[in-house]
């Protein structure tokens, strides 16, 4: 599958979305000869911008316009094609539609998809038998996964959601200078930790994932569920699609676990040494959230979505999260390895 050629005047890097008008965004379906009526529904997206489109005589459609820059074309093209092979083993996960052989196209320096529009509901994670249901999919999504790697797309490792984020948020100023010290400690501890957990887990083998598998990712009918948005697949331990599924509570996620692994064991081998990262990960996912919120503040959704983010609360509430998870990957894993 194929990309357009890329516009010349891409969007500015600073006001990334400056540009992406109704006008536009409807210009940009008809230019693949689809013919909106006029309908155009924003979607729950902040690092794309995603619409609900009404197309005349068809179904509505749902278009995403990729952030620029975040992704090479190579990089979005490799999800596309995961999904598709997904889609194509009829696991139940949404593809990008193919206009003309391609899946991503260009349109006033945008890069964007179509998808169909699937409906659904928030899944019961509460429930044993969603979550063995959920399981068994993601079981067979991971079997998929397992089977090639990613090229262009990076992996989920310390480095990049640990290290690195970390670091620019102290770079660029934005933990408060008398909470700074407080940070840089918290955060460092942390990361031993992490690469102690690691570490402990061994030789694990990455694989192709969803990378962001919570329950808003997930949309459930009564034939069961539908996986959407992975536009943060990578490479990256299996466990990372499971742990978020996983409620609050020692006890809780022991049981949470038993069930998901009950029907994902039905179509891949899970390594029990990855239970090893659980904390890690979680851990690594906020230190990550506050450099992506940070990353992202020139974009004028940013401030107004997330109007607590870099305030002096804010930082103080982030180094007792963390000084929390340094404990908390310190005791044994949900059950013995």
Known sequence: ???????????????????????????????????????????????????????????????????????????????????????????????????????????????????????????????????????????????????????????????????EPSTFVLEHDFVPADLRSAYQTVVALALEAIEAAFERAGDIKPIRLHGDCHGGNVLWTDAGPHFVDFDDSRMGPAIQDLWMLLPAGRAEQTAALADLLAGYEDFCEFDSRELYLVEALRTLRLIHYSAWLARRWNDPAFPAAFPWFNTQRYWEDRVLELREQVAAMAEPPLWPV
């Open 1 to 163: 599958m194929n990309s357009s050629a890329p516009s010349a005047n891409p969007p500015s890097a600073d006001v990334p979305f400056d540009g992406l008008t109704p006008e536009c965004v409807l210009d940009a379906i008809e230019s693949v000869g689809l013919w909106p009526d006029g309908r155009l529904l924003a979607l729950n997206s902040y690092e794309n911008r995603v619409y609900q489109i009404g197309i005349d005589g068809d179904a509505p459609i749902v278009a995403k316009f990729y952030r620029p820059a975040r992704w090479s074309d190579g990089a979005i093209l490799e999800e596309h094609a995961f999904v598709a092979e997904l889609a194509q083993r009829e696991i139940p996960a949404v593809p990008a539609r193919a206009i003309e052989s391609c899946t991503l196209h260009t349109h006033a320096g945008f890069r964007f998809s179509i998808f169909d529009r699937r409906g659904g509901r928030a899944p019961e994670l509460e429930d044993r038998d969603t979550l063995t249901w959920l399981g068994r999919f993601l079981g067979r999504i991971h079997a998929v996964g397992a089977l090639e790697p990613y090229v262009s797309r990076p992996a989920l490792d310390i480095d990049t959601f640990g290290r």
